[in-house]
């Protein structure tokens, strides 16, 4: 297993939401298709056929815990977790 396949189960486990290194989770974000634009300090995600549009902002090194909550129910809700590694 990839270190993207680990963080990917990571974040749908739900167990250590506050664990997450912010730049691992901008890293999935990018290779699950999603294309960043940054504003400040808010890093604003988008993706075709995703309504949301999560906005993550550090804390410290490391992700916002409910931010990666968000994250975790849309790739549940898209089911974007079957996604191919390259």
């Known amino acids: 297993m990839g270190k993207y396949e680990k963080l990917i189960f990571q974040v749908l486990r739900g167990t250590?939401?506050?664990?997450?290194?912010?730049?691992d989770l901008i890293n999935l974000m990018q290779r699950l298709g999603f294309e960043m634009?940054?504003?400040?300090?808010?890093?604003?995600?988008?993706k075709k056929g995703v309504?949301?549009?999560?906005?993550?902002q550090?804390?410290?090194?490391?992700?916002k815990p409910y931010q990666v909550k968000q994250i975790r129910n849309i790739i549940l809700k898209y089911k974007l977790s079957n996604t191919t590694w390259e």
């Open 16 to 23: 250590s939401d506050a664990n997450i290194a912010f730049a």
């Open 37 to 46: 634009r940054i504003k400040g300090s808010h890093h604003i995600f988008r």
């Open 51 to 56: 309504d949301e549009k999560p906005n993550l």
């Open 58 to 63: 550090k804390d410290g090194n490391k992700a």
